[in-house]
């Protein structure tokens, strides 16, 4: 579903996601200004509004992390994934005041230019107890403005999909930034743990989530199939897949998904050329395979995407021995048509 | 996973167990921020009492010198034997900036020299713990009225050697400290005070005592020479200073020994000679 940003106007979700996040920063912001300034009456202006900005970003990073691993946990959290994209670049514009007004604040109105100051200040870079912290910060914004301004599918496309890809990976070097940034900076002068319990925790919610999803899947790639014949491989049996729907195999390393669909088997590949999402995991909409993260399509006889789209992935050969459900891990090149497998009466039964 | 329940992000709607799942998360999710909101407010250090009255601009009247910093000595009221009391009151510059330029702007475009002379400026004041400061700025026009003859300023500087001492504390820049900044010490603020030091805001060095109270003390050469320069690695963090203090009235200014200026580790001072004989141990 190549140029599918196209299509996909402002839909009545995205509304509820985008005034959801503008509803809990608010409400986050105000809780935080109104104690501050009623507990704290000695506040300046900046330093509440530097504050409050840097604590609700981290926040709404530690949110938008945990989506990934929450929806391979559970599936019902997709609809906080499709468009995790808003909460990356809402977070990057609250940031953003935090990291302008630091930089106005503390190296403005000074001797040389603030963004040489920035670096130049404190050059204790051997020290932790010195350690210049608001260049780490600095380093973590670049990266959020990366991602930020590249977070439209326009720029999957022209960047290619691996290459967003990898850059989008680079968010969890920005979070070891910003948990740096923390830790070598405000919480090496506040008194009260309460802030460095907060972002431990965070931290090992984060680190848990990840694992708990990661190793599932692993299990499930780690599944061994031992009957082979003939290049194929015995993975299931036809009734293990439900009608237009799929499952998936992890044959040498490779991950194939095999729908079911109009009284026919067909095998493709499962990673989605929008995002890697997990075709195997979607649904025959439409007689099209749906990638169940964002909506990409491809037809299951020869996983290329309806036109006008040009996304294509990898078909594989499976067949039917009565019940049993045999694959052939060979991968044919994206997009070649391949028959399928007929599910007769007698194997339906 | 029921066959009919699947949800694609273009949908308008999301089916219904999609929905009443999130909407359950977001149940969960609206107190945790609230109360993240709540202990991060509440969890914050005091911030100090230092004002800085931005935008009001004051007259002040005294008598103006040069060294070993910038000030100007304000009479205030009289003691009980009837001599003038006076306060320091150190000058500094706008955003991070010393306030010699100004002054030196100043007695160029007179063409006199300042030290010695009652002079008025108008400025911006800060203060906090006892302590005044001015900001003259050049677009606030500064100047407002210069004696033409020297005040006879003997004896006006209360000058009194205080020996040789060696004391522990942090060096701040007095800008932020006495006013502007919230925190104005400190690891966060490290940069910012390296850069109004830098930009000749005259050093202070910032020491606690066992029973909590502050002391100031502005900081120069063994020579009376500018240190804004030698400090940068020292500002906002622990150091030990041996000095010559000498007291200028109400502010204790110290003439850093060479070598005077040290990191100050509590580790180091109270378990080194403890290290030093286990590492022995150890080697033997
Ligand atoms: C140009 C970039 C940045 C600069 C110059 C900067 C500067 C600072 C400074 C000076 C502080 C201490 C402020 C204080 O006195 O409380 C601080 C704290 C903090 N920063 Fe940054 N920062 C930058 C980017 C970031 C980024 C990208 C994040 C994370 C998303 C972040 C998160 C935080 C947090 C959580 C704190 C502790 C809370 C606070 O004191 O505000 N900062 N930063
Ligand atoms: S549609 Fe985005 S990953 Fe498949």
């Known amino acids: 579903m190549g140029a599918s940003y196209l299509a996909v106007g402002w839909n009545r979700q995205k509304k509820i996601y985008d005034w959801l996040i503008f509803a809990f920063c608010v409400l986050y912001l105000a809780t935080f200004v109104v104690l501050t300034a009623i507990f704290n009456p000695d506040y300046t202006f900046e330093t509440v509004l530097i504050r409050a900005t840097s604590t609700l970003a981290v926040i709404i990073l530690h949110v938008t992390l945990s989506i990934g691993p929450l929806t391979r946990i559970n599936k019902k959290f997709l609809p906080l994934l499709y468009n995790r994209r808003h909460l ?29 100051s920035l670096f130049t200040s404190n050059t204790h870079f051997g020290s932790l107890a010195d350690f210049p912290f ?25 960047l290619s999909p691996k290459v967003w890809k990898t850059l989008h990976m680079f968010v969890y070097l920005a979070y070891f930034l910003v948990v740096m940034h923390v830790m070598l900076g405000v919480i090496q002068y506040e008194t009260n743990p309460v802030f460095i319990i907060i972002m431990l925790i965070g931290a090992f919610t984060l680190i848990a989530l990840h694992l708990i999803a990661g190793t599932r899947e692993v299990n499930k790639d780690d599944v061994i199939y031992k009957l082979k014949q ?18 998936m195999f992890c044959l040498d390393t490779e991950r194939i998904a095999v729908y079911k669909t109009g009284g026919k088997l067909f095998a493709v590949n499962n990673v989605c050329k929008h995002q890697n999402g997990p075709l195997g995991e979607g649904k025959v909409i439409d007689g099209c395979i749906t990638c169940p993260w964002h909506g990409y399509q491809y037809l299951p006889q020869n996983g290329q995407s309806p036109p006008p789209f040009k996304e294509k992935v990898s078909t594989y050969d499976v067949k039917l021995e009565g019940t049993h459900v045999w694959l052939n891990p060979k991968a044919y090149a994206e997009g070649t048509e391949r028959p399928g497998a007929v599910i007769s009466v007698v194997n339906a039964e | 996973m029921n066959n009919e329940e699947f949800y694609i992000g273009w949908m308008g709607k999301a089916p219904k167990s999609f929905a009443a799942w999130i909407r359950k998360y977001l149940i969960v999710l609206l107190p945790v921020i609230i109360v993240l909101g709540v202990l991060l407010a509440l ?36 003691d009980i034997w009837g001599n003038e009391n006076y306060i320091t009151v150190p000058l500094i510059g706008f955003g991070k900036h010393g306030a010699d330029g100004v002054i030196a702007d100043l007695e160029k475009e007179k063409n006199i020299s300042f030290e010695g002379k009652e002079i008025t400026l108008k400025g911006t004041l800060l203060y906090n713990d006892g302590k005044l400061l001015m900001q003259v700025d050049a677009n606030d026009k500064p100047l407002v009225n210069v004696s033409g003859a020297n005040i006879n300023s003997v004896g006006l500087q209360k000058i009194k050697e205080l020996g040789i001492i060696d004391v522990k504390g942090e060096i701040v820049d ?11 010490e400190g690891k966060p603020h490290k940069d910012c005070a390296i850069r109004c030091i830098l930009g000749g805001m005259p050093p202070v060095l910032k020491v606690t005592d066992e029973k909590g109270n502050q002391n100031y003390y502005l900081i120069v050469g063994a020579n009376g020479e500018k240190m804004n320069e030698a400090v940068q690695d020292y500002v906002a963090t622990p150091v030990e200073i041996n000095a010559r203090a000498v007291a200028y009235g109400d502010w204790v200014v110290l003439y850093v020994h060479p070598n005077g200026l040290q990191h100050y580790s509590y580790i180091r001072e109270h378990f080194s000679t403890s290290i030093a004989s286990c590492m022995a141990a150890c080697i033997k």
């Open chain 2, 174 to 184: 007095p800008k932020c400290f006495f006013g502007v900044m919230k925190p104005g």
């Open chain 1, 134 to 158: 608001q260049a780490l910060g600095f380093f973590a914004l670049i990266i959020f403005f990366l991602m930020a301004i590249t977070s439209h599918d326009f720029w999957l496309h022209n």
């Open chain 2, 43 to 78: 969890s914050q250090k005091k911030f100090g009492t230092g004002t800085f009255e931005f935008g009001t601009l004051t007259e002040v009247k005294g008598i103006y010198f040069n060294k070993p910093v910038p000030t100007i000595k304000v009479v205030d009221g009289k």
């Open chain 1, 88 to 116: 990356g670049v809402s977070m990057f514009c609250i940031i953003l005041v935090h990291g302008s007004f630091s930089i106005l604040q503390f190296h403005s109105l000074g001797n040389v230019n603030p963004f040489v």
């Open chain 1, 230 to 247: 003939d290049g194929y491989v015995l993975v299931c049996d036809v009734k293990d897949i439900e009608e237009d729907r799929a499952k």
